[in-house]
């Protein structure tokens, strides 16, 4: 705490060091903005997340309707049909 700071360049740096200081310094003109999203890309977005929720209350459906055993044999055999 007592001590005296420690230089972080030597004073013949400074002058390099002020010029990138000026070059790096970003004018607030220069700042992207976030774009709003468009209609299209929500509407994939939620559709996206309809399909994952339809499949998965359909997965839900079969396994409350048929049992663990019939439903890993329903999928394996759908899996293996479409390879």
């Known amino acids: 705490m007592g001590r005296p700071a420690i ?3 030597r004073l013949c740096y ?3 060091l002020r010029a990138m200081n000026r070059l790096s310094a970003t004018p607030p003109a220069m700042i992207a903005t976030r774009q709003p999203q468009g209609r299209l890309a929500s509407a994939i977005l939620w ?3 309809a399909l994952g929720a339809v499949i998965t ?3 839900a459906a079969l396994w409350f309707h048929y049992g663990t055993a019939v439903f890993f044999e ?3 055999a759908g899996i293996s049909a479409c390879f």
Do not use: H
Request: charged letters at 0%; hydrophobic letters at 60%; zero cysteines.
């Open 57 to 59: 209350l359909g997965a």
């Open 47 to 49: 559709g996206a997340a």
């Open 14 to 16: 400074w002058p390099y």
């Open 7 to 9: 230089p972080l360049a």
């Open 74 to 76: 329903m999928v394996s």
